[in-house]
Structures are given as structure tokens and as C-alpha cells.
């Protein structure tokens, strides 16, 4: 019998492949951050090519275990396209899919409940220009008020709203999500999300007052983020990072 991952590589275009393998990565390096929440939040890709298919963990692994061949594909409406032992978390696609239909660009979206993320959706200002890293995600930061786990379809027009055409989302009281046109590019974001989450949470528990950044700083957020990584987004440190995974265990290839 033909090894799992030969099985699959074998079925799929050299292009889904390398997606598969980024969204392996993508999956073993949140959880290498501490981002996951054991099984229980999800990073979904598109497929490439003119259907809409999409990538998304198998309900029950943990972000450690995710591998190129285990990622199970769908269409919009979570329903599998390719043979897999595996099942998805319906929760978990109610948001993805939602965000994928509205947004042609959105061919990753990334979503934790990481805990510096969690404790800042809870605070009623949402996230503060206290931090360089907070000043990228304000240029472009949508928040969604909760309505408990997603598993309401009527939710996604309300999601999708306040998303708008906006990089970064809190879910307010559950977590953050980022929508990029890449895995690279979703990841850093994210990266750069929880970090000035992490840095709020921190700064306020100092009890002292805070610094707030000049507001002219944060309209040139986007132009900055260009010039830093030479227009190269995530796929600037992409790289570096596949090979820190490769070094801990390279088992996301597979």
C-alpha cells in the first residue's frame, strides 16, 4: 500500500502541494508560538486554481501533529472534495468560509485564541497605539462583537461587515483572526497581532501611564511595513522559519 503522503502528493497538482506543506508549517509554528488551544482553532488556504477549495486542519490533531498530507480539502460549504479519514471542526468553517466567499484576496485566514488576544478582546478600548507593532494592526483592524461559538450561519454577513476589507479582526471575548494573500503573509500578521497584544497586556498590568503613538504615525503603517521588508511581506522571513521547523522536526512535510 502507498505511504499516506505519496497517496496524497500523488492526487494534487505541485501547486497544492507546496500550499499543503505552508499550511503544515503554518499550523506547526503556532503552535511552537503557544497560540493553539489544544484542537480547537483552525488556519484554513485556498487551493490554487479556479476552484473554490480550501485546506483546513483535521478536527482532533493537534497543531504539532498537522502534516501536508493530513490536511483535509473542502468546498465553501465544508463538504469534502478528496477522500480523508478525517472529519472538520464545523465551528471552525463557519468563519473560514464566511471570510473566504467575501474575500477573493483571502486566501488564508488565521484564526487563535491565544490568550494575550483573548485578554485584550475583552477590554472595551480593543487595542491601544501604545507599541510599534500596534501601530500595523491599527491601520487596519476590524472587531466583531461575540455571539458565541460559530456554529450560527446567520453570523457570517455580520462577520464579513465588520471585517470589511481589513487585514487584522478581534473577535471580541474570543480571539484574532488575520486574512492575508498568503500563508507567509497571514502568519506574519498574526505574529504581529498576538505581539502587540502581549505588549498591552504587560504594559497595563505595569499600572503606570501610558504613551500613545501620534495617530499621523499609524495612516503610514502600511507604507512602512512595505519599505521594512522590501515589499516582500511574510516571505521575507518565511525562509528562515521553514528551516527553524526543519531543525525541531521537519514531520510537517510529510
Known sequence: ??????????????????????????YRLVALHGWDDLVFTHISARVPGPEH????????????EITASSLVKVDLDGRKVMDSPYEINPAGFTIHSAVHAARE????VLHVHSVNGVAVSAQKQGVLPISQQSIFVL?????????????????????????????????????????????PDAFLLMYVFEATCMIQVRAMAGGAALIPIDPRIISGAQAMVQQVTGSL??????????????????????
Open 1 to 26: 500500500m502507498m505511504p499516506a503522503t505519496q497517496a496524497v502528493r500523488s492526487q494534487v497538482s505541485a501547486e497544492e502541494w507546496q500550499q499543503r506543506v505552508d499550511l503544515a508549517a503554518c
Open 53 to 64: 477549495h480550501f485546506l483546513i486542519n483535521p478536527y482532533g490533531m493537534t497543531f504539532d
Open 105 to 108: 484576496d483571502a486566501k488564508c
Open 139 to 183: 491601520s487596519s483592524l476590524g472587531y466583531h462583537a461575540y455571539e458565541g461559538v460559530a456554529l450560527n450561519p446567520e453570523e457570517k454577513p455580520r462577520l464579513v461587515a465588520d471585517l470589511g476589507d481589513k487585514s487584522f479582526l478581534m473577535l471580541r471575548n474570543h480571539g484574532l483572526l488575520t486574512v492575508a494573500a498568503t500563508v
Open 233 to 254: 511581506g511574510g516571505a521575507l522571513a518565511w525562509p528562515a522559519l521553514l528551516r527553524k521547523l526543519d531543525r525541531v522536526d521537519p514531520g510537517f512535510r510529510n
